[in-house]
Protein backbone atom coordinates (compact mmCIF):
# COMPACT_ATOMS: atom_id res chain seq x y z
CA UNK A 1 0.00 0.00 0.00
CA UNK A 2 1.31 3.27 -1.22
CA UNK A 3 1.45 6.23 1.83
CA UNK A 4 3.06 9.09 0.35
CA UNK A 5 3.32 9.69 -2.88
CA UNK A 6 5.86 12.46 -4.94
CA UNK A 7 4.36 13.48 -8.79
CA UNK A 8 7.07 15.09 -10.60
CA UNK A 9 6.23 16.71 -13.71
CA UNK A 10 2.62 16.93 -12.21
CA UNK A 11 1.18 19.56 -14.47
CA UNK A 12 1.89 17.50 -17.89
CA UNK A 13 -0.85 15.08 -20.07
CA UNK A 14 -1.01 12.16 -17.55
CA UNK A 15 0.10 14.33 -14.52
CA UNK A 16 -2.87 17.00 -14.43
CA UNK A 17 -5.18 13.74 -14.28
CA UNK A 18 -3.45 11.10 -12.07
CA UNK A 19 -2.43 13.42 -8.88
CA UNK A 20 -6.46 14.08 -8.13
CA UNK A 21 -7.08 10.17 -8.98
CA UNK A 22 -4.35 9.54 -6.56
CA UNK A 23 -5.22 12.01 -3.72
CA UNK A 24 -8.93 10.49 -4.32
CA UNK A 25 -7.58 6.99 -3.42
CA UNK A 26 -4.53 7.59 -1.02
CA UNK A 27 -5.63 11.10 0.51
CA UNK A 28 -5.10 14.57 -0.77
CA UNK A 29 -2.25 15.30 1.99
CA UNK A 30 -0.31 12.16 1.01
CA UNK A 31 0.00 13.10 -2.89
CA UNK A 32 2.73 15.72 -3.43
CA UNK A 33 2.26 17.01 -6.75
CA UNK A 34 5.44 19.13 -8.30
CA UNK A 35 6.14 20.69 -11.83
CA UNK A 36 8.71 23.28 -13.07
CA UNK A 37 6.19 25.47 -13.56
CA UNK A 38 3.04 27.15 -11.13
CA UNK A 39 -0.23 24.40 -11.79
CA UNK A 40 -3.07 26.26 -10.26
CA UNK A 41 -5.82 23.24 -10.54
CA UNK A 42 -3.19 20.79 -8.50
CA UNK A 43 -2.61 23.53 -5.62
CA UNK A 44 -6.47 23.56 -4.90
CA UNK A 45 -6.86 20.15 -2.88
CA UNK A 46 -3.15 19.18 -2.23
CA UNK A 47 0.34 20.35 -1.35
CA UNK A 48 1.88 21.17 -4.44
CA UNK A 49 5.87 22.33 -4.87
CA UNK A 50 7.51 23.93 -8.13
CA UNK A 51 10.25 21.40 -8.36
CA UNK A 52 13.16 21.05 -11.43
CA UNK A 53 13.43 17.37 -12.08
CA UNK A 54 16.69 17.80 -13.72
CA UNK A 55 18.11 19.46 -10.21
CA UNK A 56 19.69 16.36 -8.26
CA UNK A 57 19.56 17.86 -5.47
CA UNK A 58 16.11 19.95 -4.95
CA UNK A 59 14.03 16.36 -6.07
CA UNK A 60 16.12 14.86 -3.04
CA UNK A 61 15.22 17.53 -1.09
CA UNK A 62 11.39 17.15 -1.52
CA UNK A 63 11.58 13.16 -1.42
CA UNK A 64 13.36 13.60 2.36
CA UNK A 65 11.11 16.51 3.46
CA UNK A 66 7.85 14.80 2.65
CA UNK A 67 8.89 11.32 3.55
CA UNK A 68 8.07 9.88 0.44
CA UNK A 69 7.57 6.64 -0.41
CA UNK A 70 6.79 6.37 -4.16
CA UNK A 71 7.83 8.35 -6.99
CA UNK A 72 5.64 8.65 -10.28
CA UNK A 73 8.37 10.35 -12.25
CA UNK A 74 6.49 11.66 -15.39
CA UNK A 75 8.22 14.26 -16.81
CA UNK A 76 8.98 13.99 -20.65
CA UNK A 77 8.83 15.82 -24.19
CA UNK A 78 6.25 13.97 -26.36
CA UNK A 79 7.63 12.23 -29.86
CA UNK A 80 7.19 14.96 -32.35
CA UNK A 81 8.55 17.82 -30.29
CA UNK A 82 11.38 15.36 -29.28
CA UNK A 83 12.53 15.54 -33.08
CA UNK A 84 12.46 19.25 -33.55
CA UNK A 85 15.49 19.26 -30.28
CA UNK A 86 16.63 15.39 -30.08
CA UNK A 87 19.36 17.13 -27.77
CA UNK A 88 17.12 19.02 -25.57
CA UNK A 89 14.86 15.77 -25.42
CA UNK A 90 17.48 13.43 -24.35
CA UNK A 91 18.53 15.99 -21.86
CA UNK A 92 14.92 16.93 -20.27
CA UNK A 93 13.69 12.93 -20.45
CA UNK A 94 16.86 11.18 -19.66
CA UNK A 95 18.17 13.89 -16.74
CA UNK A 96 14.49 13.76 -15.04
CA UNK A 97 14.86 9.68 -14.83
CA UNK A 98 18.49 9.62 -13.78
CA UNK A 99 17.25 11.93 -10.78
CA UNK A 100 14.73 9.88 -9.84
CA UNK A 101 16.32 6.90 -10.35
CA UNK A 102 18.89 7.72 -7.83
CA UNK A 103 16.87 9.73 -5.51
CA UNK A 104 14.22 6.06 -5.46
CA UNK A 105 17.59 4.59 -4.93
CA UNK A 106 18.83 6.80 -1.75
CA UNK A 107 15.84 6.78 -0.39
CA UNK A 108 14.22 3.59 -0.90
CA UNK A 109 11.02 4.57 -3.15
CA UNK A 110 9.10 3.01 -5.30
CA UNK A 111 9.27 4.46 -9.04
CA UNK A 112 6.92 4.67 -11.94
CA UNK A 113 8.10 5.61 -15.11
CA UNK A 114 6.19 5.44 -18.17
CA UNK A 115 7.19 4.27 -21.51
CA UNK A 116 5.99 4.12 -24.62
CA UNK A 117 4.51 2.64 -27.90
CA UNK A 118 7.15 4.69 -29.43
CA UNK A 119 9.55 2.39 -27.53
CA UNK A 120 8.90 0.30 -30.35
CA UNK A 121 10.68 0.81 -34.06
CA UNK A 122 10.22 -0.01 -37.93
CA UNK A 123 11.56 -3.63 -37.12
CA UNK A 124 9.59 -4.86 -34.44
CA UNK A 125 6.22 -6.74 -35.34
CA UNK A 126 3.91 -4.58 -36.44
CA UNK A 127 0.64 -6.57 -35.85
CA UNK A 128 0.27 -7.80 -31.88
CA UNK A 129 3.68 -6.77 -30.98
CA UNK A 130 4.87 -9.21 -28.31
CA UNK A 131 5.95 -7.83 -24.61
CA UNK A 132 9.38 -9.14 -25.37
CA UNK A 133 10.52 -8.17 -28.78
CA UNK A 134 12.81 -6.09 -31.03
CA UNK A 135 12.52 -2.86 -30.40
CA UNK A 136 15.08 -0.48 -32.26
CA UNK A 137 13.50 3.14 -32.07
CA UNK A 138 14.05 5.36 -34.55
CA UNK A 139 12.80 8.85 -32.34
CA UNK A 140 15.05 9.78 -29.77
CA UNK A 141 11.90 10.04 -27.80
CA UNK A 142 11.90 6.42 -28.49
CA UNK A 143 15.31 5.60 -27.63
CA UNK A 144 15.19 7.44 -24.10
CA UNK A 145 11.89 5.16 -23.35
CA UNK A 146 13.97 2.21 -24.42
CA UNK A 147 17.23 3.28 -22.54
CA UNK A 148 14.68 4.25 -19.84
CA UNK A 149 12.96 0.84 -19.52
CA UNK A 150 16.76 -0.62 -19.54
CA UNK A 151 17.93 1.26 -16.90
CA UNK A 152 14.39 0.76 -14.29
CA UNK A 153 15.37 -2.96 -14.98
CA UNK A 154 19.08 -2.24 -14.18
CA UNK A 155 18.34 -0.23 -11.15
CA UNK A 156 15.45 -3.15 -9.77
CA UNK A 157 18.32 -5.98 -10.76
CA UNK A 158 21.76 -4.20 -9.31
CA UNK A 159 19.63 -1.77 -6.02
CA UNK A 160 16.68 -3.67 -5.49
CA UNK A 161 14.76 -1.19 -6.51
CA UNK A 162 10.98 -1.34 -7.28
CA UNK A 163 11.06 0.16 -10.25
CA UNK A 164 7.53 -0.53 -12.70
CA UNK A 165 6.49 0.89 -15.69
CA UNK A 166 3.84 0.94 -18.62
CA UNK A 167 4.69 1.34 -22.45
CA UNK A 168 0.81 3.78 -23.41
CA UNK A 169 -1.13 3.86 -26.26
CA UNK A 170 -1.89 7.01 -27.22
CA UNK A 171 -3.52 9.16 -24.48
CA UNK A 172 -7.19 9.87 -25.02
CA UNK A 173 -8.63 12.51 -22.11
CA UNK A 174 -11.13 15.66 -22.05
CA UNK A 175 -9.55 17.12 -20.00
CA UNK A 176 -5.81 17.46 -20.18
CA UNK A 177 -4.53 17.93 -23.42
CA UNK A 178 -1.25 16.60 -25.36
CA UNK A 179 2.04 18.80 -26.51
CA UNK A 180 3.87 17.91 -28.94
CA UNK A 181 3.26 14.08 -29.43
CA UNK A 182 2.25 11.66 -32.80
CA UNK A 183 -0.49 10.60 -31.28
CA UNK A 184 -2.52 14.32 -30.81
CA UNK A 185 -4.61 14.10 -33.30
CA UNK A 186 -7.12 11.24 -31.75
CA UNK A 187 -7.63 14.30 -28.88
CA UNK A 188 -8.11 17.22 -31.32
CA UNK A 189 -10.19 15.44 -33.88
CA UNK A 190 -13.19 15.05 -31.06
CA UNK A 191 -12.64 19.14 -29.94
CA UNK A 192 -12.49 20.23 -33.62
CA UNK A 193 -15.45 18.06 -34.56
CA UNK A 194 -17.83 19.57 -31.92
CA UNK A 195 -16.33 23.12 -32.54
CA UNK A 196 -16.69 23.57 -35.89
CA UNK A 197 -17.46 20.04 -37.78
CA UNK A 198 -13.90 19.65 -39.61
CA UNK A 199 -10.44 18.67 -38.96
CA UNK A 200 -7.73 18.17 -40.76
CA UNK A 201 -5.42 15.36 -39.63
CA UNK A 202 -0.99 15.48 -39.71
CA UNK A 203 -1.31 11.48 -39.57
CA UNK A 204 -2.21 9.70 -42.76
CA UNK A 205 -5.52 8.06 -43.38
CA UNK A 206 -4.47 4.71 -42.90
CA UNK A 207 -1.71 4.63 -40.35
CA UNK A 208 -2.73 2.42 -36.74
CA UNK A 209 -1.74 3.52 -33.70
CA UNK A 210 -2.80 1.97 -30.36
CA UNK A 211 -4.94 4.66 -28.19
CA UNK A 212 -6.01 4.62 -24.42
CA UNK A 213 -8.62 6.18 -22.99
CA UNK A 214 -7.59 8.00 -19.49
CA UNK A 215 -9.49 6.27 -17.07
CA UNK A 216 -7.91 3.43 -18.45
CA UNK A 217 -4.39 4.71 -18.00
CA UNK A 218 -5.41 5.75 -14.51
CA UNK A 219 -6.89 2.97 -12.93
CA UNK A 220 -3.53 0.94 -14.88
CA UNK A 221 -0.69 3.14 -13.25
CA UNK A 222 -2.78 2.32 -9.42
CA UNK A 223 -3.01 -1.03 -10.38
CA UNK A 224 0.36 -2.13 -11.66
CA UNK A 225 1.85 0.06 -8.34
CA UNK A 226 -0.05 -2.30 -6.01
CA UNK A 227 0.31 -5.51 -7.93
CA UNK A 228 2.02 -8.40 -6.10
CA UNK A 229 5.59 -7.75 -6.68
CA UNK A 230 6.12 -11.60 -6.88
CA UNK A 231 3.44 -12.32 -9.66
CA UNK A 232 6.01 -10.19 -11.31
CA UNK A 233 7.66 -11.21 -13.93
CA UNK A 234 8.44 -8.52 -16.15
CA UNK A 235 8.92 -4.87 -15.04
CA UNK A 236 10.21 -2.15 -17.57
CA UNK A 237 8.19 -1.89 -19.45
CA UNK A 238 4.68 -3.56 -19.80
CA UNK A 239 2.18 -3.57 -23.32
CA UNK A 240 -1.23 -2.10 -22.55
CA UNK A 241 -3.61 -2.42 -25.38
CA UNK A 242 -7.68 -1.31 -25.56
CA UNK A 243 -8.19 -0.14 -28.85
CA UNK A 244 -5.98 0.27 -32.41
CA UNK A 245 -7.32 2.41 -35.31
CA UNK A 246 -6.55 5.03 -38.20
CA UNK A 247 -7.87 8.71 -38.73
CA UNK A 248 -10.45 7.26 -40.90
CA UNK A 249 -11.76 4.25 -38.38
CA UNK A 250 -12.39 7.37 -35.50
CA UNK A 251 -13.78 9.72 -37.88
CA UNK A 252 -16.21 6.85 -39.00
CA UNK A 253 -17.15 7.05 -35.46
CA UNK A 254 -17.18 10.14 -34.95
CA UNK A 255 -19.97 10.71 -37.66
CA UNK A 256 -22.10 8.12 -35.96
CA UNK A 257 -22.50 11.38 -33.75
CA UNK A 258 -21.97 14.35 -36.03
CA UNK A 259 -23.40 12.87 -39.48
CA UNK A 260 -21.77 15.89 -41.74
CA UNK A 261 -18.30 15.87 -39.78
CA UNK A 262 -15.46 16.31 -42.00
CA UNK A 263 -11.43 14.81 -42.15
CA UNK A 264 -9.29 16.65 -44.52
CA UNK A 265 -5.85 15.54 -44.44
CA UNK A 266 -2.42 17.83 -44.29
CA UNK A 267 0.13 15.21 -43.41
CA UNK A 268 3.20 16.71 -41.72
CA UNK A 269 6.43 14.34 -43.11
CA UNK A 270 8.24 13.63 -39.60
CA UNK A 271 4.18 12.50 -37.98
CA UNK A 272 3.97 10.41 -40.94
CA UNK A 273 7.06 8.80 -40.88
CA UNK A 274 7.22 8.51 -36.84
CA UNK A 275 3.12 6.86 -36.91
CA UNK A 276 4.52 4.37 -39.55
CA UNK A 277 7.36 3.26 -37.51
CA UNK A 278 5.10 2.51 -34.63
CA UNK A 279 3.63 -0.56 -34.01
CA UNK A 280 -0.20 -1.17 -35.32
CA UNK A 281 -1.75 -3.08 -31.99
CA UNK A 282 0.32 -4.47 -29.41
CA UNK A 283 -0.27 -8.02 -27.26
CA UNK A 284 -0.94 -7.08 -23.89
CA UNK A 285 -1.10 -10.77 -22.40
CA UNK A 286 1.67 -10.16 -19.92
CA UNK A 287 -0.07 -7.30 -18.29
CA UNK A 288 -3.37 -9.31 -18.50
CA UNK A 289 -1.41 -12.61 -16.65
CA UNK A 290 1.12 -10.84 -14.32
CA UNK A 291 -1.26 -7.84 -12.75
CA UNK A 292 -4.53 -8.52 -13.97
CA UNK A 293 -4.63 -5.71 -16.74
CA UNK A 294 -8.25 -5.35 -18.27
CA UNK A 295 -9.28 -2.35 -20.15
CA UNK A 296 -12.91 -0.63 -19.72
CA UNK A 297 -13.14 1.40 -22.46
CA UNK A 298 -13.36 0.89 -26.44
CA UNK A 299 -13.71 3.63 -29.16
CA UNK A 300 -16.91 3.44 -29.61
CA UNK A 301 -17.50 3.77 -25.69
CA UNK A 302 -14.62 6.72 -25.67
CA UNK A 303 -16.38 8.29 -28.39
CA UNK A 304 -19.75 8.28 -26.91
CA UNK A 305 -18.45 9.61 -23.55
CA UNK A 306 -15.97 12.51 -25.05
CA UNK A 307 -19.18 13.80 -27.09
CA UNK A 308 -20.88 13.90 -23.96
CA UNK A 309 -18.58 15.75 -22.08
CA UNK A 310 -16.56 18.31 -24.58
CA UNK A 311 -20.36 19.36 -26.08
CA UNK A 312 -21.70 21.57 -23.40
CA UNK A 313 -18.07 22.22 -22.15
CA UNK A 314 -17.17 23.88 -26.01
CA UNK A 315 -20.55 25.55 -26.58
CA UNK A 316 -20.73 26.91 -22.95
CA UNK A 317 -16.99 28.43 -24.13
CA UNK A 318 -18.15 29.75 -27.38
CA UNK A 319 -21.34 31.45 -26.56
CA UNK A 320 -19.24 32.75 -23.30
N1 LIG B 1 1.55 10.05 -27.22
C1 LIG B 1 2.96 9.92 -27.38
C2 LIG B 1 3.43 10.64 -28.57
O1 LIG B 1 2.71 10.69 -29.53
C3 LIG B 1 3.35 8.48 -27.53
O2 LIG B 1 3.74 7.97 -26.33
O3 LIG B 1 4.53 11.11 -28.58
Known amino acids: MMKKILIIGAGGQIGSELTTYLRG ?3 DANVVA ?4 ECKGLAENGPFEI ?4 NATAVASAVGRHHI ?3 FNLVALLSAVGERNPQMAWGVNMGALMNSLEVARQHHCALFTPSSIG ?5 SPKDMTPQDTIMQPTTIYGICKVTGELLGNYYALKYGIDTRSIRFPGIISNLTHPGGGTTDYAVEIYYEAIKNRRYTC ?5 VYMDMIYMPDVLRACVE ?5 PSKLVHRNSFNIASMSFTPEIIAAEIRRHIPDFVLAYDVDPVKESISRSWPDRLDDTCAREEWGWNPQWDLPRMTEDMIRV ?4 LVAESVG
Open 224 to 228: LMEAD
Open 69 to 71: DTI
Open 34 to 37: TDVR
Open 119 to 123: AFGPN
Open 25 to 27: IYG
Open 310 to 313: LTPR
Open 51 to 54: LDAL
Open 202 to 206: AVPSD
